[in-house]
């Protein structure tokens, strides 16, 4: 039997590997879902010619006023975008502000975030070099549903990663993100799972 397809909205910031990790779950069949819109802040990321090239619907977050979370009349226009577009799980994929209660309040456990750490440890910005910078012999990557507070929101699953003796903080985050591209894939396909069946 072939499930529903679940509709995911994506918000983010950078570059996009994140999100080209879920297309190419999604071409696998590993991810039983589609791809309804991209939505970025930075109206140059990389997340945004990804979706164009993947004939994605793109659109730029105009937020003129704030550099860590959206007004909340942009953040109103964001959730009715992402509601319109009948997004049904909206994954943050290296969205860099914080979220408020539009999009909290639209996307109730629908939510969900990539932090390059074992949360609760590191939340926040850099967190590959505060981990570094700790001395720890481990880190990783979680991924969690999203709440109002920084990256502290429910835990769904994690990731760990060694820190090697002559990581710089470069070699640290590229091999935390190699283990997001497995996390993150793995994570939304069980979620469309549930939410499919
Ligand atoms: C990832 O490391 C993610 O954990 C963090 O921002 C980065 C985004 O990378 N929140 P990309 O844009 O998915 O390549």
Request: glycine share 6%; charged share 25%; hydrophobic share 45%.
């Given at each position: 039997?072939?499930?529903?397809?679940?509709?995911?909205?994506?918000?983010?910031s950078?570059?996009?590997?994140?999100?080209?990790?879920?297309?190419?779950?999604?071409?696998?069949?590993?991810?039983?879902?589609?791809?309804?819109?991209?939505?970025?802040d930075n109206?140059?990321?990389?997340?945004?010619?990804?979706?164009?090239?993947?004939?994605?619907?793109?659109?730029?977050i105009h937020e003129p006023r704030f550099k860590t979370r959206l007004s909340?009349?942009v953040e109103?226009?964001?959730?009715?975008?992402?509601?319109?577009?009948?997004?049904?799980?909206?994954?943050?994929?290296?969205y860099m502000r914080m979220?408020k209660?539009?999009?909290?309040?639209?996307?109730?456990?629908?939510?969900?975030?990539?932090?390059?750490?074992?949360?609760?440890?590191?939340?926040?910005l850099?967190?590959?070099?505060?981990?570094?910078?700790?001395?720890?012999?481990?880190?990783?990557?979680?991924?969690?549903?999203?709440?109002?507070?920084?990256?502290?929101?429910?835990?769904?699953?994690?990731?760990?990663?060694?820190?090697?003796?002559?990581?710089?903080?470069?070699?640290?985050?590229?091999?935390?993100?190699?283990?997001?591209?497995?996390?993150?894939?793995?994570?939304?396909?069980?979620?469309?799972?549930?939410?499919?069946?």
């Amino acid at each position: 039997m072939r499930l529903a397809m679940v509709k995911l909205g994506i918000l983010g910031s950078g570059k996009g590997s994140n999100f080209a990790s879920l297309l190419a779950g999604i071409s696998s069949g590993q991810i039983q879902a589609t791809v309804e819109i991209v939505m970025s802040d930075n109206p140059h990321a990389g997340i945004l010619d990804l979706a164009r090239r993947a004939d994605i619907r793109a659109e730029v977050i105009h937020e003129p006023r704030f550099k860590t979370r959206l007004s909340e009349d942009v953040e109103s226009l964001v959730a009715k975008t992402l509601k319109s577009a009948h997004v049904e799980l909206l994954v943050l994929a290296g969205y860099m502000r914080m979220v408020k209660k539009p999009l909290l309040e639209a996307f109730p456990r629908r939510m969900i975030n990539i932090h390059p750490s074992l949360l609760p440890q590191f939340p926040g910005l850099e967190a590959w070099k505060q981990a570094l910078e700790s001395g720890a012999s481990e880190t990783g990557c979680t991924v969690h549903y999203v709440d109002d507070g920084m990256d502290t929101g429910e835990l769904i699953a994690q990731e760990r990663v060694p820190i090697l003796p002559d990581d710089t903080a470069a070699s640290l985050h590229a091999r935390i993100q190699e283990a997001e591209h497995r996390l993150l894939p793995r994570v939304v396909a069980d979620i469309c799972q549930a939410l499919a069946s």
